[in-house]
């Protein structure tokens, strides 16, 4: 498999200053994601996820090692990954189908095939009814849907999605992994995914990397042993189970700390 993204013993500090301490963040931190793979980072709070998607972003600095998207060297440049936030970033002065479509022009494609991907795409999933809304009258759940279309209709070869369930309510949350497992199964996209949720984690993932406390290195790679397509019953798989008490073994604080 082809990689998409590959990571080469990055290492971040943050160099102190009167006020905060130098702090080291990732240490020798290195990794892959293949094509059309779908890969988690789970890890402590603070153990540097945002930091570590910041620089595959190129809006920070590693102290050390490389990072290539697509075979291009990209630390430090911008453009290269399509984003999904914590918190559906949409334009509310433009309509549904416009925030798709800006994003996709910004990336290059142009504003007439931008705007039949739209509308394709949002009929494809059942949200044409929101084509022409404006976002603040969606749902969170309706607006990250429309988050997750943006990104994965974007050129870019790698999608990153930064804990995206976050900020929903348990059900929604578990409608939307439903919705983005489907989704993504018929359109293999490579992804890098952060989340603190094991479950989740072992519903999406092909391969789990399981990061230390700061400073965070990779302390286990777990490859998800569950065929595709996979559904919500696989929460009763006594494998997956299995797992699920074996990552949170790995992820229970230290209470020495
Ligand atoms: N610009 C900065 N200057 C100094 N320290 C920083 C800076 N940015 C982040 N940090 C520190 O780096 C550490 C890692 O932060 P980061 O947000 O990457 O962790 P995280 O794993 O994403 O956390 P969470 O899971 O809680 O979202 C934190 O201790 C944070 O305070």
């Not at 082809?2 to 905060?20: C, D, N, Q």
């Not at 779908?38 to 600095?61: A, D, H």
């Amino acid at each position: 498999m082809s990689s998409v993204l590959e990571v080469r013993h990055l290492s971040k500090r943050f160099a102190g200053s009167r006020k905060t301490p130098a702090k080291e963040v990732l240490a020798d931190v290195s990794f892959q994601v293949g094509e059309g793979e779908f890969v988690t980072l789970i890890g402590p709070s603070g153990s540097g996820k945002t930091t570590l998607f910041r620089m595959i972003g190129g809006l920070e600095l590693p102290t050390e090692g490389d990072i290539s998207i697509d075979g291009a060297n990209a630390v430090g440049t911008r453009g290269h990954i399509a984003y999904m936030p914590q918190q559906a970033s949409l334009m509310p002065w433009l309509t549904v189908s416009a925030n798709i479509e800006l994003s996709l022009t910004i990336a290059g494609i142009g504003k007439r095939e931008a705007r039949a991907l739209a509308r394709d795409w949002l009929a494809r999933v059942g949200l044409e009814a929101t084509a022409h809304q404006y976002p603040d009258v969606l749902s969170g759940g309706m607006q990250q849907r429309v988050s997750f279309l943006r990104a994965l209709l974007s050129p870019q070869k790698l999608m990153c999605l930064d804990e995206p369930f976050s900020a929903l309510d348990a059900l929604t949350r578990q409608h939307m992994q439903a919705w983005l497992l489907s989704l993504w199964e018929s359109n293999r996209r490579s992804v890098l995914f952060v989340t603190h949720s094991i479950e989740e984690a072992l519903l999406l993932s092909d391969r789990i990397l399981v990061l230390s406390a700061a400073p965070a290195s990779i302390i286990r790679e777990v490859r998800v042993p569950f065929p595709r397509p996979r559904s919500e019953a696989l929460w009763g798989d006594a494998e997956f189970i299995r797992l699920k008490q074996e990552l949170y073994d790995m992820l229970r604080p230290d209470p020495t700390l």
